[in-house]
């Protein structure tokens, strides 16, 4: 079977989340790794433009809550698949350290992911929190590991408050400034950054990795 293109593979990889069919995700993965293409432009102008069509047609009420899970659920197995086949750093230097996270409340996690995988292959040292993080431990963590970033992610207005909380506690123990912090996530923009204080706004992956390196 000849080997497929990238435009090709992206196309597939839309069109399987577009058609809520998980096995047709993991086979696109498969057929990624096979093909020997780079898994991340997959991933961005594939997988990604495809969930973010879904988030939209899921706030337009033309699809229920079942098909967004099964959308999300076969994007991640995918990235999962792709992630050791990412090619090496591109910088061939760290550029430093950030500690990254969902914020406390909320479980969305696929746009972090991303964001988390695209600062590892510009040469970041991320440290991947997960979801649910509190405040706090954010912090504490961002100390421990002498991260120059704190990058939090919320997808719900009500869990916005916690990037509130961590400007607050950075303020407190006199780390404003000394440890950044970066803000994203859909309800999110440059006014929010503004507002708590934070010192950059990611609209997405490649815009993240952008300003992570203006805070340097
Ligand atoms: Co969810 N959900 N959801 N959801 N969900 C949203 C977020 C709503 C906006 C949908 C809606 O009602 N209109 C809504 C929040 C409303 C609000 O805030 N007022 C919502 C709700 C309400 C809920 C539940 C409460 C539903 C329920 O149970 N009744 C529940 C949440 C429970 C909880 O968290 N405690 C829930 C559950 C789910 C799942 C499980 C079905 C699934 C999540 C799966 C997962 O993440 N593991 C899900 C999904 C997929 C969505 C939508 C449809 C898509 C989100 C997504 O993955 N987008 C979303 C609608 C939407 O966002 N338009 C909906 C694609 C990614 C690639 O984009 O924006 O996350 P992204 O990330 C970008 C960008 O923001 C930036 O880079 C990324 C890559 O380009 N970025 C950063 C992200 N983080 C960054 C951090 C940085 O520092 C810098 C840049």
């Not at 399987?16 to 093909?35: C, G, P």
């Not at 600062?119 to 002498?146: N, T």
Request: one cysteine or more; a negative charge; hydrophobic letters at 45%.
């Amino acid at each position: 079977m000849p080997e497929e293109s990238l435009e090709q593979l992206c196309r597939a990889a839309r069109d399987a989340i577009m058609s809520f069919d998980e096995e047709e995700s993991v086979k696109v993965a498969e057929k990624v790794i096979a093909a020997g293409v780079n898994p991340v432009e997959i991933i961005t102008l594939g997988f990604t433009p495809a969930m973010v069509e879904v988030g939209r047609l899921f706030e337009q009420e033309e699809l229920s809550l079942p098909y967004v899970i099964v959308a999300a659920e076969g994007m991640q197995k995918a990235v999962e698949m792709l992630e050791p086949h990412f090619p090496p750093d591109s910088s061939g230097e760290k550029l430093g350290t950030v500690v990254i996270g969902t914020c406390e409340g909320d479980i969305h996690d696929i746009g972090k992911g991303i964001v988390a995988t695209m600062l590892r292959i510009y040469g970041f040292e991320v440290h991947d929190l997960g979801r649910d993080v509190p405040p706090k431990l954010f912090v504490e963590k961002a100390k421990e590991l002498k991260a120059d970033i704190i990058a939090s992610s919320t997808l719900m207005t009500t869990t916005m408050i916690a990037q509130k909380a961590i400007e607050e506690i950075l303020l407190k123990e006199g780390l404003k400034g000394k440890i950044k912090t970066m803000v994203g996530g859909a309800p999110v923009n440059q006014n929010w950054a503004n507002k708590i204080g934070s010192g950059a706004y990611g609209e997405n992956a490649s815009e993240a990795v952008e300003k992570a390196r203006e805070l340097l």
